[in-house]
């Protein structure tokens, strides 16, 4: 199942967007070299290693640029995938295949890198309870394939944007007068305006965790920049009444011990923001 921000308009709204910045008036290139009537056939050539993802995106940008095009799949979403495999073929109109290339490839390089990198760093804590799970820490424009790519990776998406879940952070916390002020004005907020929205407030010590547990009225914990020992016993004091989120610069070398403190969730941005995109071509065959 879909989450709820990958929705039919979503996709085509950010294809549409796409193809405007890349096509514009026309792909002249093709336009000009190719003979009009030409067909020819293309295929997706793996170049790396790791976790296939954006193929099912694939082909919609395809239709979207030429109703014509017929692809054939020959690997699908989370996959993995080694250097030589083929994808996916696509055949139809010549000047179509090469106006959609460079939009499918940016995709799909990206995404299948953060799948991959999301799907190695998941089995680093699989011996734990502990989900990887990202942040908003995503390319503008791109957030909704950036996500994508972490579920089709094995990860867990926090949030989609600003307005489908409350993050009491730091400065919220600073701005609003307290940790007290800050849940009880929230709750206050929510129900005047009918919001049915999950709350997380960020902890920095184990003071604040202590606050946070008798004030109360809060979903999920989140466990900021807190050393092991610390995180530890936040989690003891915690006992299961809330979920807890373990965030704050954490590493593919912290990641494990991290989890070993019991937390439910583990976010990291560098899942969408430090990856390299893997190697893809398009070949005409």
Not at 262 to 274: E, K, Q, R
Request: charged share 25%.
């Amino acid at each position: 199942m879909k989450p709820a921000y990958l929705t039919t308009e979503s996709i085509q709204k950010f294809i549409q967007s796409a193809l405007l910045e890349d096509i514009g008036p026309g792909d002249y290139s093709s336009l000009a070299s190719i003979p009009a009537g030409k067909t020819g056939k293309a295929k997706l050539l793996i170049k790396d290693d790791g976790i296939l993802a954006g193929v099912e995106l694939a082909e919609e940008i395809f239709k979207a640029v030429d109703p014509r095009l017929e692809v054939e799949f020959f690997k699908k979403d989370g996959d993995p995938v080694k250097v030589g495999d083929i994808g996916l073929t696509v055949s139809g109109p010549s000047a179509s295949i090469l106006s959609a290339e460079r939009l499918v490839l940016n995709c799909m390089q990206r995404m299948s890198a953060i799948a991959t990198k999301t799907h190695r760093l998941s089995q680093l804590i699989s011996h734990t309870k502990a989900k990887l799970m990202d942040t908003r820490k995503t390319t503008p424009n791109f957030r909704l394939m950036e996500k994508w790519a972490v579920l089709i990776g094995g990860g867990v998406n926090h949030r989609f944007a600003l307005y489908d879940m409350v993050m009491l952070k730091d400065n919220h916390v600073d701005f609003a007068g307290g940790i007290r002020s800050a849940i009880e004005r929230t709750r206050s907020y929510l129900s005047d305006h009918s919001l049915n929205l999950k709350i997380e407030i960020e902890t920095r010590n184990l003071d604040e965790v202590r606050q946070v547990l008798e004030v109360g009225g809060v979903d999920y914990i989140m466990l900021d920049n807190m050393d092991y020992d610390t995180m530890r016993e936040a989690v003891r004091m915690i006992d299961g009444k809330y979920s807890t989120e373990a965030s704050g610069g954490i590493t593919e070398e912290t990641l494990a011990k991290v989890a070993e403190c019991g937390v439910d969730y583990i976010s990291m941005g560098a899942l969408t923001h430090s990856v390299s995109s893997l190697d893809i071509s398009l070949k005409a065959i």
